[in-house]
Nanobody, 120 residues
Framework: QVQLVESGGGLVQAGGSLRLSCAAS????????MGWFRQAPGKAREVVVG????????NYADSVKGRFTISRDNAKNTVYLQMNSLKPEDTAVYYC?????????????WGQGTQVTVSS
């Protein structure tokens, strides 16, 4: 089992920044990476970015490239999502998920989500 707890969401004006955190506990050694996802009201959940531990490769959604950055603190078992130049369309509940896929991403453990609201 892996437990994930997100934090750092809130209300920000367009053009502002937020940093989300995802603290992992439990059998974190069983994971191969982490991902951030988001779901806006009435829309399907979409991937924001994924990171694989081996090699540190990342894969960003086109909509956030150049604005969002994923990083990790191994000592704290925490992954961060730095979000800059936020837009109203970034408003969503953001979730982190643990990737347990060895040969391809497979997100199995999920956090409870944190709300991000960007006002225009």
């Amino acid at each position: 089992q892996v437990q994930l707890v997100e934090s750092g969401g809130g209300l920000v004006q367009a053009g502002g920044s937020l940093r989300l955190s995802c603290a992992a506990s439990g059998r974190t050694s069983s994971t191969y990476g982490m991902g951030w996802f988001r779901q806006a009201p009435g829309k399907a959940r979409e991937v924001v970015v994924g990171i694989r531990w081996s090699g540190g490769s990342t894969n960003y959604a086109d909509s956030v490239k150049g604005r969002f950055t994923i990083s990790r603190d191994n000592a704290k078992n925490t992954v961060y999502l730095q979000m800059n130049s936020l837009k109203p369309e970034d408003t969503a509940v953001y979730y982190c998920a643990a990737d347990i896929g060895n040969y391809g991403s497979s997100y199995y453990y999920w956090g409870q989500g944190t709300q991000v609201t960007v006002s225009s």
